[in-house]
């Protein structure tokens, strides 16, 4: 059965890192009251006394009109209809066991861009499996746009992906602004897999610049890239869908070239000669393509689609294979 967003309906959110931040800020500049779930007393407090989140972009300040910082996640649930998730996949689950509210009424938009990672399974998936809910309550925002620039108010690009394109628009009407734009798809599948694989292919790009290789091989290498991400969701899931758009493409280069890439930070850590415990050590904030190799590693046990790109980074973090090694393999194969 479908399912109808008000034009006014209520926004609640479930994290409190960078991202969650800059979308808040996002929200709140147009005006869009948030109920915002807190889990961390520094992140509560200095919200609540000075309108900053003291861990994460703390640069940003909220007019305190517009957020009600909670702790409780059910007092969240109960107030909202739009529902945003964005926590790390590795604490979601974590995150959801205190929850005892329904979600049966409620419409839950995923902004993580990760796998469960011992379900192997994407966030609306979770949600689907887990909570019984149908695709027309669940949708998702993704595109190239890391949490910095957008707390910096630089022009970013999102896509929201929903079942129902009236849906799609109307949660990008909370969002868009003049520095930041909003296009709409129903591809959820396709998006939300691109947006778990770019954290794959930007920690190979990684590697390569941490093992030495210049930006004409890691130029071949993120094209290569590209054609793997677009084989494995067309064979997967066969939709009248373009990767060429910044939702697949667009995520895929920010995240393999920018330097607010904590994946693309991870891998080079490790062609630099660091363990993988050490280089996760070093690493201040969570790099969701650690998980997601070994995800779509099993993901692709039902599907058996050609990854050697995805397989390298799954040997190198998973098997202990020599990065250099691994590579030099590769680089036979593009």
Request: hydrophobic share 40%; net charge negative.
């Amino acid at each position: 059965m479908a399912f109808n967003i008000n034009d006014n309906a209520k926004c609640g959110v479930i994290g409190y890192g960078s991202w969650a931040t800059a979308l808040v800020h996002t929200l709140v500049k147009n005006k869009v009251h948030v109920w915002w779930h807190i889990r961390n007393e520094e992140v509560m407090e200095s919200l609540l006394t000075e309108g900053i989140n003291a861990k994460y972009l703390s640069d940003i300040e909220f007019d305190q009109n517009y957020i009600s910082p909670i702790s409780d996640i059910n007092e969240v649930v109960r107030n909202t209809e739009v529902i945003l998730i964005a926590t790390p996949s590795a604490f979601l689950k974590n995150v959801m066991a205190d929850l005892t509210e329904s979600l049966a009424d409620k419409f839950i938009l995923s902004a993580t861009k990760g796998i469960i990672a011992d379900d192997y399974t994407t966030i609306t998936e979770y949600f689907n499996r887990t909570y019984g809910l149908s695709y027309d309550h669940l949708g998702l925002i993704s595109g190239p746009s890391h949490a910095e620039e957008v707390g910096m108010d630089r022009l970013s690009y999102l896509t929201v992906a929903c079942k129902d394109e009236d849906n799609a628009r109307k949660i990008g009407d909370m969002f868009k602004s003049s520095t930041f734009r909003v296009s709409h798809s129903t591809d959820i599948y396709g998006i939300e897999y691109a947006a778990v694989l770019k954290n794959i292919y930007a920690l190979a790009g990684g590697l390569a610049a941490g093992l030495g290789y210049g930006d004409n091989f890691r130029a071949v290498l993120t094209a290569a890239c590209a054609k793997e991400l677009t084989r494995f969701v067309n064979e997967s899931y066969p939709f009248d869908r373009d990767t060429m758009n910044s939702a697949y493409l667009g995520d895929l280069l920010v995240t393999s070239y920018s330097s607010f890439s904590r994946n693309r930070r991870l891998g080079q850590l490790i062609g630099h000669g660091h363990t993988v415990k050490s280089a996760l050590n070093e690493m201040t904030m969570v790099a969701e393509g650690y998980y997601a190799a070994a995800c779509i590693k099993k993901v692709n046990e039902r599907h058996n689609i050609e990854m050697p790109i995805a397989d390298m980074v799954y040997d190198i973090l998973y098997r202990r294979f020599s990065a250099r090694k691994r590579m030099k393999e590769l680089t036979a194969m593009l």
